[in-house]
C-alpha cells in the first residue's frame, strides 16, 4: 500500500522519498526506452513519472492505441523503479490543445468556453464541467486507467500515485479568461443562491440574459463582489472536477495509491505568483488520498529569490491538510535554455540547492522535469497547422534536458547524479524527519491571490492592491531567513495559530473575521508584525478597522516618492533611509518608533493588545541586520541559528526526527567562500569548529545521527553514501572535523573519511 500520514509519504509501512525523473516514452522510439530508462536509474532515481497523452493514445475517435503505455510501465517495472502516470485529460507540456484530440472539439463546440463580453477562449482550454467533454473524458479513462490499475504498487506492480489532469485553472489565469460560458453561468447563480450571496447583485440571477449581461461586462458596483464570489466559486468548481475525474479513476479499480493534483504558478523565475495556483486548487486536495505538488521554474537559486521557494513550500505545507506532505511535480533540473537560444546555462547548483531546500521543507517527492528530451511525432491526420505533430516546438523537444534528445549527457546530468546520491544516502533519515522551527509562523491569506480574473476599474485596482503584497513577502522573508530564523506558514483563513508570533505581509485588505482573528491571537498573549500596509478595508474595499481599532492606530496617508519628494525614514540607532513608498499612521496609543522625517508622521508603531503586543511597520525597510534584530526582539523573538559572517547569505535551517537525529543544511548563495563560526542558542556547534563552504555550494550535516553502533556527533562535511556497514563522507577542498561515538577525526582536504560500523 501507499498510504500518506502524519506528513509523510508511505510505502509499505515506510517512510520513504521519492526522487522521479519525467521520461516521456511517447517522444521516444521504443528502442530507446532501454537507455533512458538505465541513465535515469544511474541518476540515482527511484521512480519514473509520465504524461499520458490522450492525443497520442485516441487520435481518431473510439481508436485507442495504449500498448507503449503497458510496456513503458512493465519495462519501468523490470528495472525496480515505481511509476507515477500523468494521464491527464489537460497534460500540457508543449503539446497540441495541452494534450486534448482535436475530434473532441469537433464533436462538443460547446464545450469550448467564451468570456468576458462573449469573448472566445485565446487557448484550447474546455469547460471543465461541459457533460459533453466529461463523457468523452470518462471513456478515455475507462480506456488507460484499467492498465494503471492492474499495475498498482498494492498489485504487485509500479504504480505508485496518479496524477488528475494538470495545472488546473493556469489557462484561464495567465489569458485573465474566466470560463464564463452560458452553463457555467448558470451554474454559478446556483453557487451564489446556495451560498446566501444573492442580494448582491441587481439583477435576477433566475434571468439568463440578465446574468450573461451582468457577468459578462461587470459594473464597478459589483464587480467588488464579481472578484470575491468568483474567486470562491472557481476553487470549488476546480474541486469538483478533480472528483470527478476521480472517480472515473476509482470506477476503472485505481484505488491504494495518492491522487495527484499539480498546483501551478511561478514565472520569469520568481515564485511571487506562485499562490495563485494554491488558491484556485485549494479545495481540490482537501479530502483524503490527494497529494499536492507544485510546478515551479526558478532558474538558478539566489539571494534574489531564495526566499520565494521558502515561501512556496511553507504555502503549499499551510494549505494541505494536516496528514498530508508535499511533493514536487515538476522540478526544474535542466540548464534553462526553453528557447534554444543559448542564453541561458543553469549551473548544477541550481538543482541541488532547490533539492535540498525543498527536501528539508518538507517535499516527499520530487520529479525532475524534464529529465530527458526526445521528439515530437506526427499526427495522423495532421491538421495542416504548419507542423502537423503532436508538439507545438517542432520537431526536437526537451533539448533543455540533462539527457538531451538525441540521449546526450548535458552539464546538468552529473551535478544532479551527485545530488541525488547524496540525498539517498541519508533518504531513511530524511523521509521520517521534519523541519525545526523557532516560535513564529509567516502568515498566509489565500484570498490574497484571488487576482487571476479581473476587469478595468474597481476590480482591477483591487487587484493591484492585493499584488501589492508580494514585494513586502519578499522583503520579509528574505530578512528573516538571511537573520536564521526557520519558520512555517499558516493559513489565516482555514487553520488557528498555534505559534506564539506571527508576521504578516498585509495588504490595506483583510477580510472582518480575519482581522477579528488576530485581535484574538494578539489580545491571548500573541504577538503580531504587520508588515507594509495596515488593513482597514475588506477584500471588497468597503471601511473594515476591526484590527486598527483593536490596535489604536488608524491609517492616515500613502506617502510616494517622486523626482522632487524623497521620503526617508528615522528611527532610533540607525541612519536615515530611503524609501520610495510608505504608509503613515494617526497614533492614538503606542510608541512610534519609526518615523518620516519629512513631514513628521508615524510609519513604525508598536502598541498591546490585552496580553500581547502588535507592531505596524507600514514600508518594506531596507536590511539592516541591526534593526530587524530589534525590531524582532521588541516581538520577543530571536533566531535560534546564528553564524558570524556579516555578508549574510547563507540559508540555515535543520530537520530532526522522533529519536532526536537531525540534520543542518546550509545553502552558500555567494559566489565567494563562506568561512562559519555557528551556535545555536547561544552555545557552539561543531565543537566550535568553522564550516566552510565554497561559493553557491550546500551542505547537508549530520547531528546526533545513529547508524547501527555508531552515532556521528557531527561533522563539517556531508554523507555521500551509507552501505550496510560503512559511512562515507564527502572530501572537500579544506580540512574537515567529524565526531562519532565521541571520537575526534579530522579529514584532510581532497581526502573522503570511511568510517565502518556494525549494524544493529
Not at 463580453?117 to 471543465?128: A, C, K, N, W
Not at 522540478?331 to 527536501?359: I, N, P, Q, W
Request: contains cysteine.
Amino acid at each position: 500500500m501507499v498510504e500518506i500520514r502524519n506528513r509523510r509519504l508511505l510505502i509499505d509501512e515506510k517512510p520513504t522519498l521519492v526522487f522521479a525523473g519525467e521520461l516521456h516514452y511517447f517522444r521516444l522510439r521504443r528502442e530507446e526506452w532501454e537507455d533512458r530508462v538505465r541513465k535515469l536509474k544511474h541518476l540515482g532515481c527511484n521512480a519514473v513519472a509520465s504524461y499520458i497523452p490522450w492525443i497520442v493514445h485516441e487520435q481518431r475517435r473510439g481508436e485507442f492505441e495504449l500498448a507503449d503505455v503497458a510496456d513503458f510501465m512493465d519495462l519501468c517495472h523490470r528495472h525496480g523503479l515505481w511509476f507515477i502516470p500523468r494521464p491527464g485529460p489537460f497534460v500540457m507540456a508543449e503539446m497540441k490543445n495541452e494534450g486534448i484530440p482535436h475530434w473532441v472539439y469537433r464533436e462538443h463546440p460547446d464545450a469550448v468556453p467564451v468570456s468576458w463580453r462573449g469573448e472566445r477562449q485565446v487557448t484550447p482550454i474546455l469547460d471543465y464541467l461541459n457533460e459533453g467533454f466529461l463523457g468523452e473524458v470518462e471513456r478515455w479513462y475507462g480506456a488507460v486507467m484499467p492498465l494503471v490499475a492492474s499495475r498498482l504498487h498494492q498489485n504487485g506492480g509500479p504504480v505508485i500515485g496518479v496524477q488528475l489532469d494538470n495545472e488546473i485553472g493556469m489557462l484561464t489565469w495567465v489569458t485573465n479568461q474566466p470560463d464564463l460560458s452560458d452553463d457555467t453561468l448558470c451554474d454559478f447563480a446556483k453557487w451564489i443562491v446556495a451560498h446566501d450571496e444573492k442580494g448582491r447583485y441587481p439583477f435576477d440571477l433566475n434571468d439568463p440574459v440578465a446574468r450573461i449581461k451582468g457577468f459578462r461586462e461587470p459594473t464597478d458596483g459589483i464587480g467588488p463582489c464579481l472578484l470575491q464570489d468568483y474567486g470562491s466559486y472557481e476553487r470549488d468548481r476546480f474541486a469538483r472536477y478533480v472528483s470527478t475525474l476521480r472517480g472515473f479513476a476509482e470506477r476503472s479499480g485505481v484505488t491504494g495509491v495518492p491522487f495527484i493534483v499539480n498546483v501551478h504558478g511561478s514565472g520569469g523565475g520568481r515564485g511571487t505568483m506562485f499562490p495563485i495556483g494554491i488558491h484556485q486548487l485549494y479545495e481540490s486536495y482537501q479530502g483524503a488520498g490527494y497529494l499536492s505538488g507544485s510546478d515551479h521554474y526558478l532558474g538558478e537559486l539566489t539571494r534574489e529569490n531564495a526566499q520565494d521557494l521558502y515561501y512556496l513550500n511553507a504555502f503549499m505545507s499551510a494549505a494541505a491538510p494536516s496528514e498530508q506532505p508535499i511533493a514536487s511535480m515538476e522540478f526544474e533540473v535542466g540548464s534553462g535554455d526553453y528557447g534554444e537560444t543559448g542564453g541561458s546555462r543553469m549551473s548544477g547548483a541550481a538543482a541541488d540547492m532547490k533539492v535540498r531546500l525543498s527536501l528539508v521543507q518538507g517535499n516527499r517527492l520530487l520529479n525532475y522535469y524534464l529529465l530527458a528530451g526526445g521528439r515530437n511525432p506526427l499526427l495522423k491526420d495532421g491538421p495542416g497547422d504548419g507542423n502537423d505533430r503532436i508538439g507545438n516546438n517542432g520537431e526536437r523537444h526537451g533539448f533543455a534536458a540533462p539527457i538531451d534528445p538525441e540521449g546526450k549527457l548535458s552539464s546538468t546530468y552529473a551535478p544532479l547524479k551527485d545530488t541525488t546520491e547524496a540525498m539517498l544516502a541519508v533518504a531513511d533519515k530524511l523521509a521520517d524527519m521534519d523541519e525545526e522551527h523557532d516560535d513564529l509562523a509567516l502568515a498566509f491569506v489565500p484570498d490574497y491571490y484571488k487576482t487571476d480574473l479581473h476587469r478595468p476599474g474597481a476590480m482591477r485596482q483591487i487587484v493591484e492592491n492585493l499584488e501589492g503584497v508580494r514585494g513586502n513577502l519578499e522583503s520579509l522573508t528574505r530578512t528573516l531567513l538571511f537573520l536564521g530564523y526557520r519558520f512555517p506558514a499558516v493559513d489565516l483563513q482555514n487553520r488557528p495559530i498555534e505559534k506564539r508570533a506571527l508576521v504578516f505581509a498585509s495588504s490595506r485588505h483583510l477580510s472582518p473575521s480575519i482581522q477579528r482573528k488576530l485581535v484574538s491571537f494578539v489580545e491571548g498573549g500573541g504577538s503580531l508584525l504587520v508588515y507594509g500596509e495596515l488593513p482597514y478595508l475588506d477584500m471588497e474595499g468597503q471601511p473594515c478597522t476591526v484590527l486598527s481599532d483593536a490596535m489604536g492606530v488608524r491609517h492616515r496617508e500613502y506617502r510616494q516618492g517622486s523626482g522632487s519628494y524623497f521620503p526617508s525614514l528615522r528611527s532610533e540607532g540607525e541612519p536615515e533611509v530611503r524609501t520610495w513608498r510608505c504608509e503613515t499612521f494617526e497614533v492614538e496609543r503606542g510608541d512610534a518608533f519609526v518615523r518620516l522625517v519629512q513631514p513628521d508622521e508615524a510609519v513604525g508603531v508598536e502598541c498591546r493588545i490585552g496580553a500581547g503586543k502588535a507592531i505596524v511597520l507600514g514600508c518594506s525597510y531596507p536590511l539592516h541586520p541591526p534593526f530587524f534584530q530589534r525590531l524582532f526582539g521588541r516581538l520577543g523573538l530571536s533566531a535560534a541559528l546564528h553564524h558570524d559572517d556579516p555578508d549574510l547569505g547563507v540559508l540555515m535551517t535543520t530537520v530532526r526526527n522522533h529519536q532526536g537525529e537531525r540534520f543542518l543544511n546550509l545553502i552558500n548563495l555567494n559566489h565567494e567562500e563562506k568561512r562559519l563560526r555557528m551556535t545555536e542558542r547561544g552555545k557552539p556547534l561543531f565543537d566550535g569548529n568553522r564550516v566552510v563552504l565554497a561559493g553557491r555550494q550546500s551542505r547537508l550535516l549530520p547531528i546526533g545521527v545513529r547508524f547501527g553502533n555508531v552515532t556521528v556527533d557531527y561533522a563539517t562535511t556531508e554523507l555521500v553514501s551509507v552501505t550496510a556497514k560503512e559511512l562515507r563522507f564527502r572530501a572537500t577542498g579544506t580540512a574537515e572535523v567529524l565526531r562519532a561515538g565521541g571520537k575526534l577525526m579530522r579529514q584532510a582536504a581532497g581526502k573522503e573519511t570511511r568510517l565502518r560500523f556494525d549494524p544493529l
